[in-house]
């Protein structure tokens, strides 16, 4: 079944992002003394005696607020509230009840949803008299707890688990495909997640970074499921500062690459393909992940005959390592061809994921030997005596061979051009393996 989702919610700096890092185990959420900023959702896996959940980290709600930004987070916050099962209601046990905790209440009173109330900042003890104010929300008991200490985490989660809906019997056997939207900053990430979300998932902004960290959202597409990945836009290292937020925005940008099954690569039409785009890409590669390049802004180019065609080949020219790679292009704002994506990603996940028997492989690898002949160095030929698939995501080979120093990478580069032509991988990096085989096997 689907894991529990847990929504951590309250106004700003009562400590609900340092919580979720210290449930998730390493640095997820940003946390800085300044209200405000966790923009975004951001989601993390977690587990308590056997029992699986995720947690929700929102950004600060101040139900009051007409700043458009404070606004935009109020939304999030109510997303998450809305798509949770159980909420987690911080406040501030030093500061005591305020009138925003009151109105924050309010909102969480209308979900239906359960609601626990969580003093935080309680940092001993002798403080837990600090959490009977928060009786008069008329909440339920409210658990005092230090996220910096960990006091009294074991407490509060045995009864977060108590609310958790009843498991169902049958657990879902099809992970769900994850994909990675990234680029340099504001090429229409989060309008183009929006757009396949059909929803407001993502806060939208022209200015550049409001998405400071990575959010996870899963959805649905006919019978397959998806987790789509928002990312803050990556920047050239020179153009971050060292002690910044965009620094660890880009670092979980990374990560997000890292975990994911596709990457979305966005380029701005209107600026064609950078050097930091290339970089970027270069990154994929590196991971070896599906890719698909996604030319975002297409409806703001002016186009005339050949235009499409110039631009394919600039991309290739320019990202020539990922030749793989299928090129979409893709208006975000308006939707043009943006219902193609989904079909792409589950087409390179395929080829990701496919496997050739060893005997087709050698069959083909024949043939590749019998059209070019391996190269000679210094009287000595390259000879390979066969091939196996050793995994996928990329898909991997193993080569054994009389000599690995023979082996000419423009040789290799053949080879995989000739296993693309027989059996695809379009969108997959391949990798190649080489082992020498043993004189006694010869």
């Given at each position: 079944m689907a894991r529990p989702l847990v929504a951590i919610v309250g106004r700003p700096n009562v400590g609900k992002s340092t919580f979720f890092n210290q449930m998730a185990g390493r640095r997820i959420a940003i946390v800085e003394d300044t209200p405000g900023v966790t923009r975004d959702r951001v989601y993390a896996d977690c587990e308590w005696q056997n029992h699986k959940f995720t947690l929700i980290d929102t950004g600060?709600?101040?139900?009051?607020?007409?700043?458009?930004?404070?606004?935009?987070?109020?939304?999030?916050?109510?997303?998450?509230?809305?798509?949770?099962?159980?909420?987690?209601?911080?406040?501030?046990?030093?500061?005591?009840?305020?009138?925003?905790?009151?109105?924050?209440?309010?909102?969480?009173?209308?979900?239906?949803?359960?609601?626990?109330?969580?003093?935080?900042?309680?940092?001993?003890?002798?403080?837990?008299?600090?959490?009977?104010?928060?009786y008069q929300l008329g909440m339920g008991d409210p658990i005092g707890i230090s996220s910096v200490n960990l006091l009294n985490f074991g407490d509060l989660l045995e009864e977060l688990c108590k609310l958790f809906p009843d498991e169902d019997a049958e657990d879902d056997e099809n992970r769900p495909i994850q994909i990675a939207v990234v680029g340099k900053p504001n090429v229409g990430k989060s309008s183009l997640v929006n757009r396949i979300l059909g929803e407001e998932r993502v806060m939208v902004s022209d200015i550049a970074g409001t998405t400071r960290d990575a959010i996870d959202t899963r959805f649905s597409d006919g019978e397959d499921s998806f987790v789509i990945i928002d990312t803050a836009g990556i920047r050239r290292k020179r153009a971050i500062e060292q002690q910044s937020l965009e620094r660890y925005s880009v670092v979980r940008a990374l990560a997000a690459i890292d975990r994911c099954d596709v990457a979305l690569l966005l380029i701005d039409a209107t600026q064609g393909v950078t050097e930091q785009d290339t970089k970027i890409a270069g990154y994929i590669d590196e991971q070896g992940k599906a890719a698909v390049i996604c030319v975002n802004k297409w409806d703001a180019v002016e186009k005339e005959t050949g235009t499409l065609e110039k631009y394919v080949r600039d991309v290739r020219e320019q990202l020539k390592f990922m030749a793989y790679a299928p090129v979409l292009f893709i208006s975000a704002k308006t939707g043009q061809r943006t219902q193609r994506v989904l079909d792409s990603v589950r087409s390179v996940y395929a080829e990701a994921t496919r496997r050739v028997t060893t005997g087709v492989l050698n069959d083909v690898m024949a043939?590749?030997?019998?059209?070019?002949?391996?190269?000679?160095?210094?009287?000595r030929r390259l000879k390979i005596y066969y091939a196996t698939q050793q995994g996928v995501q990329p898909p991997t080979f193993v080569l054994f061979v009389n000599d690995m120093e023979l082996m000419h990478f423009s040789y290799e580069r053949y080879l995989e051009n000739q296993f693309r032509k027989s059996f695809g991988f379009e969108g997959t990096p391949l990798r190649f393996i080489l082992r020498e085989r043993s004189k006694k096997e010869d």
């Amino acid at each position: 079944m689907a894991r529990p989702l847990v929504a951590i919610v309250g106004r700003p700096n009562v400590g609900k992002s340092t919580f979720f890092n210290q449930m998730a185990g390493r640095r997820i959420a940003i946390v800085e003394d300044t209200p405000g900023v966790t923009r975004d959702r951001v989601y993390a896996d977690c587990e308590w005696q056997n029992h699986k959940f995720t947690l929700i980290d929102t950004g600060g709600i101040d139900p009051q607020s007409d700043d458009p930004l404070l606004s935009q987070m109020r939304r999030q916050a109510e997303i998450a509230v809305e798509t949770c099962d159980v909420i987690l209601f911080f406040v501030d046990g030093r500061q005591g009840l305020t009138a925003d905790d009151e109105n924050v209440a309010d909102m969480l009173r209308k979900s239906g949803k359960p609601v626990m109330v969580v003093v935080n900042k309680i940092d001993n003890v002798r403080m837990m008299d600090e959490i009977y104010d928060f009786y008069q929300l008329g909440m339920g008991d409210p658990i005092g707890i230090s996220s910096v200490n960990l006091l009294n985490f074991g407490d509060l989660l045995e009864e977060l688990c108590k609310l958790f809906p009843d498991e169902d019997a049958e657990d879902d056997e099809n992970r769900p495909i994850q994909i990675a939207v990234v680029g340099k900053p504001n090429v229409g990430k989060s309008s183009l997640v929006n757009r396949i979300l059909g929803e407001e998932r993502v806060m939208v902004s022209d200015i550049a970074g409001t998405t400071r960290d990575a959010i996870d959202t899963r959805f649905s597409d006919g019978e397959d499921s998806f987790v789509i990945i928002d990312t803050a836009g990556i920047r050239r290292k020179r153009a971050i500062e060292q002690q910044s937020l965009e620094r660890y925005s880009v670092v979980r940008a990374l990560a997000a690459i890292d975990r994911c099954d596709v990457a979305l690569l966005l380029i701005d039409a209107t600026q064609g393909v950078t050097e930091q785009d290339t970089k970027i890409a270069g990154y994929i590669d590196e991971q070896g992940k599906a890719a698909v390049i996604c030319v975002n802004k297409w409806d703001a180019v002016e186009k005339e005959t050949g235009t499409l065609e110039k631009y394919v080949r600039d991309v290739r020219e320019q990202l020539k390592f990922m030749a793989y790679a299928p090129v979409l292009f893709i208006s975000a704002k308006t939707g043009q061809r943006t219902q193609r994506v989904l079909d792409s990603v589950r087409s390179v996940y395929a080829e990701a994921t496919r496997r050739v028997t060893t005997g087709v492989l050698n069959d083909v690898m024949a043939d590749a030997q019998a059209a070019l002949q391996p190269p000679a160095t210094s009287g000595r030929r390259l000879k390979i005596y066969y091939a196996t698939q050793q995994g996928v995501q990329p898909p991997t080979f193993v080569l054994f061979v009389n000599d690995m120093e023979l082996m000419h990478f423009s040789y290799e580069r053949y080879l995989e051009n000739q296993f693309r032509k027989s059996f695809g991988f379009e969108g997959t990096p391949l990798r190649f393996i080489l082992r020498e085989r043993s004189k006694k096997e010869d």
